[in-house]
């Protein structure tokens, strides 16, 4: 079983549309959890950071659900811009292993 | 500016030759990674550095080599026995505490030639 399961996509979707991406986890003692961004042939940048009550970075916001294990990206008010693929992050403290799921493909089209 | 430098941007590999792509970082991390990519795929973990002297092998590290000598350097060898190198290799760096996020070089792509 995979640390960390994501949709991979493709989610293609109209300019100014809402879209949200979930990712599992199966480890219970994950203690920190990231959104990265990767565009093609570039290498993964931080989103952000998922804490325990929810954050918000401007048209961002992602969650963090412990009891059922996900954490979730939700993106308002799409731009061409964010076309990417993202990357959810698990942090397991235990010999500080990074657990990559697969990535979700996004493109937004004008 | 802080960051992690990886060189050279672009690799070419003959076949039985033995090559090490560079990795130096100046965010003071103790811990460093090393991931391959392949097309359409996800990240995967070679080698992994917690700190100056001590690594561990992560899921894929049959045909590659590593040393941390420094803090802030943690070079790969991709070795000969490594027979499908072409990929996009990551180097990654962070604190120990668990609760702080992986800065990414640019990366590598390695080819065979």
């Known amino acids: 079983r995979k640390e960390v399961e994501q949709d991979p996509g493709p989610f293609n979707v109209p300019e100014g549309a809402t879209v949200a991406f979930n990712c599992t986890y199966s480890n219970s003692a994950s203690q920190s959890f990231f959104w990265y961004r990767q565009d093609c042939r570039k290498e993964p940048k931080l989103l952000m950071s998922?804490?325990?009550s929810g954050n918000e970075d401007g048209r961002f916001t992602a969650q963090l659900n412990r009891a059922s294990q996900y954490i979730s990206l939700l993106i308002r008010d799409s731009k061409l811009s964010d076309s990417a693929t993202y990357l959810c992050v698990v942090n397991i403290l235990t010999g500080n292993q990074f657990y990559f799921g697969t990535g979700t493909s996004l493109t937004v089209i004008p | 500016d802080g960051g992690i430098t990886q060189s050279p941007k672009y690799l070419f590999r003959k076949e039985g030759q033995n090559v090490t792509l560079s990795c130096e970082q100046n965010?003071?991390?103790?811990?460093m990674y090393w991931y391959r990519q392949d097309p359409g795929q996800g990240l995967r973990l070679i080698y992994y550095?917690?700190?100056?002297?001590?690594?561990q092998k992560g899921d894929i590290a049959e045909g590659y080599s590593v040393s941390r000598e420094k803090k802030e350097s943690f070079p790969l060898t991709v070795t000969s026995a490594q027979k499908n190198p072409t990929a996009f290799y990551l180097c990654?760096?962070?604190?120990?505490?668990?609760?702080?996020?992986?800065?990414f070089g640019d990366g590598t792509r390695l080819s065979i030639l």
């Open positions: 550095s917690q700190i100056v002297n001590d690594f």
């Open positions: 990654a760096s962070s604190t120990t505490q668990g609760n702080q996020p992986q800065h």
């Open positions: 965010l003071n991390h103790d811990a």
């Open positions: 998922v804490y325990s």
